[in-house]
Nanobody, 120 residues
Framework: QVQLVESGGGLVQAGGSLRLSCAAS????????MTWYRQVPGKQREQVAS???????NYADSVKGRFTISRDNAKSTMYLQMNSLKPEDTAVYLC??????????????WGQGTQVTVSS
């Protein structure tokens, strides 16, 4: 059984920094694209950043220049370094990944989310 577990969320003042982690565990054969999303109640889920297995990254315009996504394939872990945080970054941050578990067939998995709150 594959699990994605996020950590690193919390309360921070505007202008501060946080580093989120997403660790995959289970009978993993390979991990493809890994993506961070964020969700605010009453709003559409937003894709924040993604990273391929080879390290190619993509960012939402709202976080470009402030957030950095990375991954450690050996540890099956993805990170999101968030700098210059703004109150509008407040959300539940969710990890998503395409994972082949014990076979060549890939499925999409979600973590449970971690709360990030930025105070003004």
């Amino acid at each position: 059984q594959v699990q994605l577990v996020e950590s690193g969320g919390g309360l921070v003042q505007a202008g501060g920094s946080l580093r989120l982690s997403c660790a995959a565990s289970g009978n993993i054969f390979a991990i493809g694209v890994m993506t961070w999303y964020r969700q605010v109640p009453g709003k559409q889920r937003e894709q924040v950043a993604s990273v391929t297995r080879g390290g190619r990254t993509n960012y939402a315009d709202s976080v470009k220049g402030r957030f950095t996504i990375s991954r450690d394939n050996a540890k099956s872990t993805m990170y999101l370094q968030m700098n210059s945080l703004k109150p509008e970054d407040t959300a539940v941050y969710l990890c998503n990944a395409d994972i082949s578990a014990g076979s060549f067939i890939s499925s999409n998995y979600w973590g449970q989310g971690t709360q990030v709150t930025v105070s003004s």
